[in-house]
């Protein structure tokens, strides 16, 4: 299966706490990207991960790719509210070039 | 990234009607897919549509149901057809193209 779970589904935080959300499979996958969604909008690409073990930094986002890779984290430090939105991680579909996406995770910052 | 639009941002439609998406891009692109996000939900692929052929579904998906044009490589519509309210949702539109990749800002679909 190329089934991605995300977790939390739903995280409702205050501005400036920290948080780090999961994906998972239960299968290798070469690559695994992170979007963001805001209301309205289509998702925007935050990061590629290729190798297993590999953290990249995006100011206060911090994505990891798990040794194994089979799992992905994306931890926020300072959350501010404009982080809210939907994070949904991705990857390609085996054999084609469109994307499979995680289930999602919900982040709102309450100022 | 490519520059992507669709047209329209939202539409109410009554139950057994069709209507017809588009998506323009601002360059040529490889390829192009159709997705669905259904309310509070993920991104679903409803198809890949390829330029000049026809476009290939992803299971649960119909050409009767989602009839996809692609007559060049920076233009794709998807029709929603005999429309019920389950069918309420956003459709997105794809690219990718060598180092170009991204989303149109979806298409808000509600059926009364």
């Known amino acids: 299966t190329q089934l991605l779970e995300q977790s939390p589904q739903f995280l409702s935080i205050q501005e400036g706490e920290n948080l780090t959300v999961y994906c998972n499979s239960s299968s290798v996958f070469s690559s695994l990207q992170w979007y963001r969604q805001e209301p309205g909008e289509g998702p925007v690409l935050l990061v590629t991960?290729?190798?297993?073990?590999e953290v990249k930094k995006l100011k206060r986002l911090t994505f990891q790719f798990g040794d194994a890779r089979k799992d992905s984290s994306l931890h926020i430090t300072a959350a501010q509210p404009g982080d809210t939105g939907l994070y949904l991680c991705a990857r390609k579909k085996t054999g084609a070039n469109n994307l499979f996406f995680g289930t999602g995770t919900r982040l709102t910052v309450i100022p | 990234s490519a520059v992507i639009s669709q047209k329209p941002s939202r539409d109410i439609c009554q139950r057994g009607t069709s209507l017809t998406i588009q998506c323009q891009v601002d360059s040529q692109v490889t390829m192009m897919f159709w997705y669905r996000q259904q309310p509070g939900q993920s991104l679903t692929l409803i198809a890949t549509a390829n330029q000049g052929s026809e476009a290939t579904y992803e299971s649960g998906f119909v050409i009767d149901k989602f009839p996809i044009s692609r007559p060049n490589l920076t233009f794709s519509t998807l029709t929603v057809s005999n429309m019920s309210p389950e069918d309420s949702s956003i459709y997105l539109c794809?690219?990718?193209?060598?180092?170009?990749?991204?989303f149109g800002p979806g298409t808000r679909l509600t059926v009364l």
């Open positions: 794809s690219v990718e193209g060598g180092l170009r990749i991204g």
């Open positions: 991960v290729v190798t297993g073990g």
